[in-house]
């Protein structure tokens, strides 16, 4: 029997080996992917196009100016000249945020009255739109201080003195959170996509009947075509690792070992889904198919682009019942925060869980569509 599956699993890396497209498809394509993901997403926001409408034109509103263009998240790259300019600015995209500092603003801030400085941001992207209209607020709260402070000679005294202290991720770097999630959005697709390929081949090729009279049994065929999924995506994810820790600098605090074997087990549990594809496809257009339409619905309750806990409840609990979830936290856990196994008992026996349940049902319903 052991036999038998070495054989089948060997003819499969050798066919992967001979089709060069594929093979480099499936190895330098997704570490090539994750590159250029990572590059895409590791930046952080900055530099964002400001426009200034300065209706006082005094030494305190370009001083406002200049402590707002001073900051790294906004640059200031346009001089406007009117309200009705700001808003078709930011309807053309030219800037993100407009600053509108209303005429009499040093008379005011001299007589100690507040002037009201009008601040327009885009939204149409929700994480630029909010850190520069919190960058904005931040400096024009720091410069009413310092004007405060030379006005009156002191600063207003505060109940309370804020010493935030940020764990795992201190300079809040957005790539801490995109990185390893696009690592494992990648081994879960490679996987898939490696998985599912398998039996359509060969119905594709005419070579399925052929293996069905030889006296390998059903059992033995999934599992034959079920290694090169787990070698190929296992060896791709070590590679990923890789640069994901020495390239872009991702911390890996936790233990190497049991992000391996975790990863593994996450595979594992995601053949299932790959297999049925492969049995229900024609040819491999429609594995590429279901493939995509399959990882359309799991990224989006994997919480790669949406938080969980923003999701309606339905839709919360619909999304435990997806590996990738899981494994996600796993993966974020491990390198970020140095998590042990006790800590993610409950991602990792629902893997189980969910891998032993879908391998179930694949097993029957396979050995059901092969005989």
Partial sequence: MVARIINLALKDFIQIARDRFL?????????FQLVLLALATSRDVAALPMGVLD???????????TGLDNTKELAWTHVIESEQQANELLDKGEITLAVIIPQGFAADLAAGRRPQVQVLADGSNVWAGSTVVNTAEGV????????????????ASAPLELRPTVRFNSELSGKY??????????????????????IA?????????????????RVELIIGKAIPAVVVAFVDF??????????????????????????????????GFGLVISAISVNQ??????????????????????????????????SNFSPIRHY????????????????????WLALVALGAGILTLTFRSLRKRLD
């Fill in 238 to 271: 070590l590679m990923m690792l890789a640069v994901t820790v020495w390239v872009f600098r991702i911390p890996m605090r936790g233990s190497l070992l049991l992000l391996m074997g975790l990863t593994l087990l996450f595979i594992v549990a995601e053949l």
């Fill in 328 to 347: 996600l936290i796993i993966i974020r856990g491990v390198m970020l925060k140095g998590a042990t196994l006790g800590d993610l008992w409950p991602q």
């Fill in 23 to 31: 093979a480099s498809f499936i190895v330098l394509g997704m570490l």
């Fill in 140 to 155: 024009i709260t720091h410069f009413g201080q310092a004007v405060l402070v030379e006005r009156t000679g002191h600063s």
């Fill in 201 to 217: 081949r060969e119905r594709e090729l005419g070579t399925l009947e052929q293996l069905m009279v030889t006296p390998l049994r």
């Fill in 55 to 65: 209706m006082d034109k005094s030494r305190q509103s370009r001083a406002l100016i």
């Fill in 285 to 318: 257009q429609q594995t590429l198919l279901f493939v995509f339409m399959l990882g359309i619905l799991d990224m989006a309750f994997s919480g790669y682009l949406v938080a969980v806990e923003n999701m309606p409840a339905v839709l919360r609990f619909i």
């Fill in 177 to 198: 959170f995109a990185i390893p999630a696009e690592l494992g959005l990648i081994v879960y697709m490679v996987t898939l996509l490696v998985s599912a390929a398998g």
